[in-house]
Every structure is written in structure tokens, then in C-alpha cells.
């Protein structure tokens, strides 16, 4: 895996999820609460939460520590601070 693809699971998990509760169907498939009553789909509700923190620990990036989150916001704004600079010269 590489971390463009694990974030944009992570965010397509996050926007399906109802209080950090997706739904997946047999196929691992994450599915809204409309999506599965609307297509009649049998679903299973899985932590949300635990799902990104698994994804992540398969890079080596333990997301459920606040300290590693908020380094990585603080390291995420100094690059783009940096790249806006190096525009502007």
C-alpha cells in the first residue's frame, strides 16, 4: 500500500461512516445506510476508526496517538508554507 491510496480510503471511510460506524458487505465494500437498504444488500457494521488506525500501522504511522496527528498537521503546514515560498521567488 502506499499512503495516497491508504488516505483516500480513509477518507471515503470517514465521509460513509454514521458516528464512526461503516457498513460493508460481504465483499469488504463500505456502503451508506441508503446504499445498502436501497440495493437490499445484507451489510455488517465495522469501527471506522479501528479500520484507518489498521491501514495506517501498515505504513508505521500510529494515527491513534494525538501527539502523531498533530506533528504530522504541524510538518504538513511547514511543507506547504515552504513550496508557497519557493513559488514567490
Not at 465521509?15 to 451508506?32: E, F
Not at 488506525?53 to 504530522?72: C, H, P, T, W, Y
Request: net charge neutral; no cysteine.
Amino acid at each position: 500500500m502506499n499512503w495516497s491510496k491508504v488516505i483516500d480510503n480513509s477518507i471515503e471511510v470517514l465521509q460513509k461512516s454514521d458516528r464512526g460506524i461503516v457498513l460493508m458487505d460481504m465483499y469488504n465494500n463500505i456502503l451508506t445506510p441508503e446504499e445498502a437498504a436501497f440495493n437490499k444488500i445484507s451489510v455488517t457494521p465495522y469501527n471506522a476508526l479501528k479500520f484507518i488506525q489498521q491501514q495506517f500501522a501498515m505504513l508505521g504511522f500510529d494515527v491513534s496517538k494525538k501527539e502523531n496527528r498533530i506533528k504530522m498537521i504541524a510538518l504538513l503546514e511547514e511543507l506547504d508554507r515552504l513550496s508557497i515560498q519557493r513559488l514567490n521567488f
